[in-house]
């Protein structure tokens, strides 16, 4: 069983930055693939970052140069920065685990963002 747990969510007026964490913990799980996910009222989930156990990232255009996404593989632990944040990056953001081959695919409960002035 892998639980997933992020934090960091908030209210932050826009041009903001916050801060988002997400460890998964679980016996002997080690994650290929952690990343982050969010939806907007009314809208489909979306990809927003991803990062690989070997330091490979990848990001949806919206975000690119304004939201990082790191890693501490020895904590199974990622984190998501982001700054300048806009009114439309408003959503429930999710953390999203995966085992190398999919086997294992594990979400978060979600942290909502809100950005407003």
């Known amino acids: 069983q892998v639980q997933v747990v992020e934090s960091g969510g908030g209210l932050v007026q826009p041009g903001g930055s916050l801060r988002l964490s997400c460890v998964a913990s679980?016996?002997?799980?080690?994650?290929?693939?952690m990343g982050w996910y969010r939806q907007a009222p009314g809208k489909q989930r979306e990809l927003v970052a991803l990062?690989?156990?070997?330091?490979?990232?990848d990001y949806a255009d919206s975000v690119k140069g304004r939201f990082t996404i790191s890693r501490d593989n020895a904590n199974n632990t990622v984190y998501l920065q982001m700054n300048s944040l806009k009114v439309e990056d408003t959503a429930v953001y999710y953390c999203?685990?995966?085992?190398?081959?999919?086997?294992?695919?594990?979400w978060g409960q979600g942290t909502q963002v809100t950005v407003s002035s």
């Open positions: 679980g016996n002997r799980f080690k994650p290929y693939i």
């Open positions: 999203n685990v995966r085992s190398f081959g999919n086997l294992i695919i594990a």
């Open positions: 990062s690989n156990s070997g330091g490979g990232t």
